[in-house]
């Protein structure tokens, strides 16, 4: 039986599981989450707020069950630093995290807001309350990025999405260090003309990796005459070789539908920066910004995508 693709994920009932009412400090709105499991088995969401300068900064928010019961620090986790990283000078915003066995910590690479557009910055942890800062690692315009989990023939490997004209491609590049970064490669290109993801693609949480393949939970941005629509896609890459796209389902799987998503500051979009996986490994927790407003969840099945993708991609 044939899998339809907006079916492919659930809305949470409780959504938006979390707005600004339920901060503990003042702030205008938090949206697009990065997430991590912690080895205690507690989902950790690394929010987006954006405080009443229109700035942005991080703040954990933990719960046991990754649904109710937010325990928010009291104070921002991650403040932009302009007075050693003047590149962070207007915010830092949407984090992507990794766990990285190797080191035995967390990879959180986040955008920093530069006098000169958006770059990606890089921050290493291993209990989201001391950073090791890397400042940024690839300059604007770059966004939309995240670290794989473990080195790929020696070498770190880094998405992101430079912004060049005409169009915004999701691209990878390589490193020995985290710091120096090359063997840059297009990894999966924006479509054209009427695609839902026509002219700007990004990665949306970090890839999962499957027996089959990198899966890639992507976003597209449709601009048409009242503004842009962001919704998701998917694609499989090559385990060995991640540029090497396996499938691309034509379809979006998700998009603005309810009226969290519908409606906000910015009206049509979902974002989603992080997903927790549940220990039976298939199981996907999608956090994600609704409307740059609030923050909502969504669940699906990595076999389900899978075969999908196998039938449609
Ligand atoms: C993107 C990013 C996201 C934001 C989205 C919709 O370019 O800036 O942070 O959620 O636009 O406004």
């Known amino acids: 039986m044939s899998i339809l693709p907006t079916s492919l994920f659930h809305r949470h009932d409780r959504n938006p599981i979390l707005s600004a009412a339920d901060w503990p400090y003042p702030i205008h709105s938090v949206f697009n989450p990065g997430a991590t499991l912690l080895p205690d088995g507690t989902t950790l969401l690394l929010c987006r707020v954006e405080d009443l300068r229109g700035h942005s900064h991080l703040t954990a928010a933990r719960s046991a069950n990754g649904i109710d019961n937010w325990q928010i620090d009291s104070h921002p986790t991650l403040l932009a630093d302009p ?7 207007w915010g830092v915003e949407d984090p992507r995290i990794t766990y990285i066995p190797e080191l035995n910590l967390y990879a959180v690479v986040y955008t920093a807001y530069t006098r000169d557009g958006p770059g990606v910055a890089l921050a290493l942890t291993d209990d989201f309350k001391q950073f090791d800062r890397y400042g940024v690692i690839m300059q604007p315009d770059d966004k939309d990025a995240a670290i794989l989990p473990h080195r790929i023939d020696g070498n770190w ?20 260090d985290l710091q ?53 896609g998917l694609a499989l890459f090559d385990l060995q070789t991640p540029e090497l796209c396996l499938q691309r389902g034509d379809e979006w799987i998700f998009g603005p539908e309810a009226p969290y998503e519908q409606h906000g500051d910015v009206d049509k979009v979902v974002f989603p920066c992080g997903c927790t996986i549940a220990p039976d490994g298939d199981t996907v927790r999608l956090y994600y910004g609704a409307a740059d407003t609030c923050i909502a969840l969504a669940t699906g099945s990595i076999s389900r995508m899978l075969a999908w993708l196998e039938e449609n991609g």
């Open 83 to 89: 007075a050693h990283y003047p590149e962070e000078l």
């Open 157 to 176: 490997a880094l998405i992101h999405r430079p912004v060049s004209s005409p169009g915004a491609h999701m691209w990878i590049s390589y490193s020995h």
């Open 180 to 232: 120096q970064w090359g063997s840059h490669k297009l990894m999966l290109e924006a479509r054209l003309g009427g695609w839902w993801d026509a002219n700007k693609i990004g990665l949306s949480p970090p890839p999962i990796q499957t027996g089959k393949g990198w899966l890639v939970i992507y976003h597209g941005v449709r601009q048409n005459a009242a503004g842009c629509i962001y919704r998701l």
